[in-house]
């Protein structure tokens, strides 16, 4: 058989995703691959139905259909005060992850370095790679996965053309604070980079946390790139609705990245999902006070088993240190947990550069029951 290509040696197959089927065929709660086992609101499953006896069937147009990108650009101005052109400051993608492909085979020449931080969530440095790109890491340091400065600063140094920066965070559950924001523009100012975001987390951060949105930040029209999505808001994931948000002349090219990626996002689903786009703000309070609320009952489950874990400032995951289980090493620990405890969780060396074996990650999208059910399983923790 013709060799493959070498660009697919730099990277394995996702290993949240695998952690998925083999929770699947263990019959374990499925705590690896956030996504949530409750329905999405009721006005989206509304519009769904109406959107099937609907005329739109056919492709939208290929950067997004008219009335979602309007709506889509009134909903991000709502939120982070942006200004954003339906026309010009928007591209629709199947997803945050293809936005985030879109935003990297635009952005980079083959060759050129990408900082991504350690540990990151796994797609990131997939993307770079499979954009010719070179991913360069910079470590979050636990317990509270901050950046050094001067970490950050010698990694710019060395020559980059873009940073990703996933706010809030997956996996650690950090939210960057303004101030860490500025730093990274401006670092990205100096030696002329972009800097993408991934934000579909934006409204799961949990007080006294607030989402600082870089896009707003001064001096961020030309140089960052939102990649983010419906499916976390809204609890769509299998919708595969996101998009990519920036300057005109960025989009431009976006968008043909885009159309010879994919074409376009589902038709219908852009047309029930504006149903989301509109809904008012307590949506949006209620959704952030949720999972606060199963932040706490999950994070209640874990101190009942004795092991350590650094709380989620925002989005719903959170890494568990499981050094004293005594495993060799953390997918080792991960399988023996699907297999004898019946919860799945992620080894966390898949979101680290560095060989770390110390953590599994859990998220906690779902209903209280299943919560409590994976919380008694991970008691016997506790009991050895
Ligand atoms: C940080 C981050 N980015 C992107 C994605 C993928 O999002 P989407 O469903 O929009 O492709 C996820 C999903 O878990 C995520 O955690």
């Known amino acids: 058989m013709p060799a493959t290509s070498t660009r697919l040696h730099g990277f394995t197959e996702s290993v949240i995703r695998g952690m998925t089927r083999l929770a699947n065929q263990h ?13 999405p609101p009721e006005e ?25 990108r309007v709506a889509l650009a009134d909903k991000i101005r709502r939120f982070s005060g942006v200004e954003v052109d339906p026309d010009a400051h928007l591209v629709v993608t199947c997803g945050s992850t293809e936005a985030m492909m879109v935003a990297m085979m635009t952005a980079c020449d083959p060759g050129d370095r990408v900082i991504v931080f350690s540990p990151f969530y796994e797609n990131y440095a997939a993307d770079a790679i499979l954009s010719g790109a070179r991913p360069v890491y910079v470590p979050l340091h636990p317990p509270d996965f901050a950046f050094d400065r001067d970490e950050l600063r010698a990694a710019f140094a060395d020559g980059v053309k873009a940073i990703v920066v996933c706010n809030p965070s997956n996996p650690t559950g950090k939210v960057f604070t303004r101030d860490e924001l500025e730093f990274i523009l401006r670092l990205a100012e100096e030696h002329d980079a972009y800097v993408i975001t991934d934000e579909p987390y934006e409204h799961i951060v949990y007080e006294p946390h607030g989402h600082v949105y870089a896009s707003a930040l001064p001096g961020a029209e030309q140089r960052v790139v939102v990649c983010n999505s419906l499916s976390k808001t809204y609890s769509i994931t299998g919708w595969r609705l996101g998009y990519v948000q920036a300057s ?10 885009h159309d010879f990626l994919t074409v376009g996002a589902a038709a219908p689903l852009q047309e ?4 989301g786009l509109k809904l008012p703000d307590e949506y949006y309070s209620g959704l952030r006070d949720l999972y606060a609320r199963k932040r706490e009952l999950f994070l209640g489950c874990l101190r009942r088993t004795g092991l350590s874990f650094t709380e989620p400032q925002g989005a719903y995951y959170v890494m568990v240190d499981i050094s004293p289980l005594g495993f060799a090493n953390d997918t080792a620990a991960a ?26 990650r859990f998220h906690f999208a779902k209903r209280e029951e299943t919560l409590l059910a994976a919380g008694e399983k991970l008691e016997r923790l506790a009991r050895g």
């Open 27 to 39: 019959g374990a709660i499925n705590l690896s691959q956030g996504f949530p086992d409750f329905d």
């Open 248 to 257: 005109p002349e960025f989009i431009a090219q976006a968008r043909k990245v």
């Open 335 to 360: 399988e023996w947990m699907v297999r004898e405890i019946g919860v799945a969780g992620v080894p966390g060396s898949s979101f680290f550069r560095e060989s770390e074996q110390r953590y599994i």
């Open 272 to 275: 029930a999902a504006i149903a």
């Open 44 to 68: 989206l499953l509304a519009a769904l139905e109406k959107a099937a006896r609907g005329p739109a069937h056919q492709y939208a147009v290929t950067w997004g259909a008219p009335g979602f």
